[in-house]
């Protein structure tokens, strides 16, 4: 079965960190990934990106955030400290099948990505 399966979420205080995971399966870790994000009221925005050519980040979490992959277990993740109130959204991983990861390309728009998981609500206190 192809799929997405977030973990990680939870409740924090402002200033912790978190560190967010996303299984893939199958053929599904050798396509571009990215985070994106949704809070109430708004629209899925992007978060971050990673391929062979390197990683990408919104401005609102650079320098907050990395992003990283393991192969070996097919995971990608979202290590995010100093973690704000306006990061309070639902995360999701995705995944473009016409981008491979190692072509080095990237989207920020969510509609170029066809595969999503669940999403894992994250919610920071102030």
């Known amino acids: 079965q192809v799929q997405l399966v977030e973990s990680g979420g939870g409740l924090v205080q402002a200033g912790d960190s978190l560190r967010l995971s996303c299984a893939a399966s199958?053929?599904?870790?050798?396509?571009?990934m990215a985070w994106f994000r949704q809070a109430p009221g708004k629209e899925r925005e992007f978060v971050a990106a990673?391929?062979?050519?390197?990683?990408r980040f919104a401005d609102s979490v650079k320098g907050r955030v990395t992003i990283s992959r393991d192969k070996a277990k097919n995971t990608m993740y979202l290590q995010m400290n100093s973690l704000k109130y306006e990061d309070t959204a639902v995360y999701y991983c995705?995944?473009?099948?016409?981008?491979?990861?190692?072509?080095?390309?990237?989207?920020?728009?969510?509609?170029?990505?066809?595969?999503w998981g669940q999403g894992t609500q994250v919610t920071v206190s102030s």
């Open positions: 990673i391929s062979w050519s390197g990683e």
């Open positions: 199958g053929r599904l870790f050798n396509y571009a």
């Open positions: 995705a995944a473009d099948s016409s981008r491979s990861y190692y072509s080095g390309s990237y989207s920020f728009r969510p509609n170029d990505y066809d595969y």
